[in-house]
């Protein structure tokens, strides 16, 4: 293992390290994994913490399994990034400590402003939000005005004060039907993948912006049809930010809660899971006697066959958690003007999942093109 160090500049007393594979990413880093006597101190530490500061952990799937499971352990939640919004605004806590990626905290600031949100580390960023700069989106959306701006959440604030509704991957499908349904022309951004699936599904007309992510993107369609080969009985779940290739060989499409939901509701004991590998945890932990083996992301020359996991992702740790409550460094902030600009389409999406959820007519919420 590489063993050279760097030090969060924000938070000082978190070893990093470059990831034992650096791949392409020569900026990756990753906290040094702690001892079993200093994750066992790290976690009473932040147990503590937790409660002296009426805080609670909102996790994502993707990061390490300790963050997950400590989230889950002392009242606080593990989930997509849907119910990470959802979670962080409903819960009485005066502080949330978001494990994920840089989206999730701004979105819970967005929701909650009175809330103090704290992140492990404020570089853990993402491809797509990466990848669609304000300036450049705000000139598109310009070019386009007859059209109605769909973001999904893996953006910025000021990307999503731009947006007329906001989605994630397990709510985009019925949001995008229901404004197809009333008429609607839809801009969508950034991710295209997940564009183009809501498109074939949907037929909506929808002009895209050229975003991706960087996990999703690299399974390999023509590996994971020689994997079923070898897995003849294996199911095939894929994240819908994965390539139209290999979207079209999933027995499921989701989102990552609905991955999970997927793996335990299926019949089969063997599954091929194409999204990120810190899923793993959960599909295991969920799924005892079944075996989940991770798509491919390289060809067969490879010596490594799947890199599945996010470098963002990989940047929380035990030791950032603990630190930003002990220190309450790395608070994420959002203008105040721009929070409310911002909060609309996600309000918006909020509300159309939880009338969704109750059974009620979702599509009552959106307005006739015309009556907007
Ligand atoms: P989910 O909303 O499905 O959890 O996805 C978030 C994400 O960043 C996937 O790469
Ligand atoms: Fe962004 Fe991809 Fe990482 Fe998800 S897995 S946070 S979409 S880069």
């Avoid at 293992?1 to 924000?10: E, G, I, K, Q």
């Amino acid at each position: 293992m590489n063993t050279a160090t760097v030090t969060s500049d924000r938070v000082i007393d978190v070893e990093y390290e470059q990831p034992a594979c650096p791949t392409r990413h020569a900026w990756a880093r990753v906290p040094v994994e702690p001892t079993p006597s200093q994750r066992a101190e790290l976690k009473d530490r932040i147990r503590r913490l937790l409660k002296e500061r009426n805080a609670v952990m909102v996790s994502h799937y993707y990061v390490h399994p300790d963050l997950q499971d400590l989230a889950v352990e002392t009242g606080g939640i593990v989930s997509d990034s849907l119910e990470m919004a959802r979670f962080g605004r409903d819960h009485p806590a005066t502080t949330l400590v978001v494990s994920g990626v840089r989206f999730m905290g701004e979105t819970a600031k967005i929701l909650s402003p009175e809330k103090t949100v704290l992140m492990p580390d404020l570089d853990a960023n993402c491809s797509l939000d990466l990848g669609c700069p304000i300036d450049a989106f705000g000139a598109f959306c310009d070019a386009h005005p007859d059209r109605t701006v769909v973001v999904y959440a893996n953006t910025s604030a000021a990307v999503k004060a731009r947006a007329d509704w906001l989605v994630t991957s397990s709510c985009a499908l019925d949001i995008v039907r229901a404004l197809k349904d009333k008429g609607h022309k839809i801009l969508w951004a950034p991710d295209k993948h997940l564009g183009g699936y809501i498109q074939r599904e949907t037929g909506a007309d929808m002009l895209m912006w050229n975003g991706s992510c960087i996990v999703h993107d690299e399974f390999k369609a023509l590996e994971l049809e020689a994997l079923k080969k070898d897995h003849p009985g294996a199911k095939v779940l894929v994240h819908p930010e994965s390539p139209a290739e290999v979207v079209a060989l999933a027995d499921a499409v989701g989102s990552t809660s609905a991955i999970l939901k997927a793996a335990r509701e299926m019949d089969a004991s063997e599954f091929i899971v194409a999204t990120d590998k810190g899923m793993m945890h959960m599909l295991r932990q969920q799924n005892p006697g079944k075996v989940f083996i991770e798509a491919p992301t390289a060809g067969n020359s490879a010596t490594c066959k799947s890199c599945a996991h996010c470098p963002w992702m990989a940047m929380n740790g035990l030791a950032g958690v603990a630190s930003v409550l002990e220190t309450g460094l790395n608070q994420i902030h959002v203008d105040a003007a721009l929070i409310d600009r911002a909060r609309v389409p996600i309000d918006r999406m909020l509300a159309f999942t939880a009338a969704h959820k109750a059974g009620w007519d979702a599509g009552a919420l959106v307005p006739d093109i015309g009556a907007a």
